[in-house]
């Protein structure tokens, strides 16, 4: 199983990024999908979730209103569009896979750094 983020980098503040994560080795539609963000010195924390058919979708407070995470089935692929950055967003962001029914099936990603700077 294989989850491959791709889209940080280093942005101004009030910037967007898109990132990306790609599956392979599961079958996709079966698995709800979620971004995390690990600062340093700080706990992992959730940033966004979707459901395996993209119908429900679950926000960190901190990024409501500002980040949309989306899924297509299709291409195996999890984006999360990031919009009006802050510093505080600076962190390693993370792409999970759960299976809907066997929730000790979950998977990471290798993370991708997103630096917001001021």
């Known amino acids: 199983v294989q989850l491959v983020e791709s889209g940080g980098g280093l942005v101004q503040a009030g910037g967007s990024l898109r990132l990306s994560c790609t599956a392979s080795?599961?079958?996709?539609?079966?698995?709800?999908m979620g971004w995390y963000r690990q600062a340093p010195g700080k706990q992992r924390e959730l940033v966004a979730s979707?459901?395996?058919?993209?119908?429900?979708?679950n926000y960190g407070d901190s990024v409501k209103g500002r980040f949309t995470i989306s899924r297509d089935n299709a291409k195996n692929t999890v984006y999360l569009q990031m919009n009006s950055l802050k510093p505080e967003d600076t962190a390693v962001y993370y792409c999970?896979?759960?299976?809907?029914?066997?929730?000790?099936?979950?998977?990471w990603g290798q993370g991708t750094q997103v630096t917001v700077s001021s």
């Open positions: 999970n896979a759960r299976h809907i029914y066997f929730t000790s099936r979950e998977y």
């Open positions: 979707i459901t395996s058919g993209g119908g429900s979708t």
């Open positions: 080795g599961i079958t996709f539609s079966i698995y709800a």
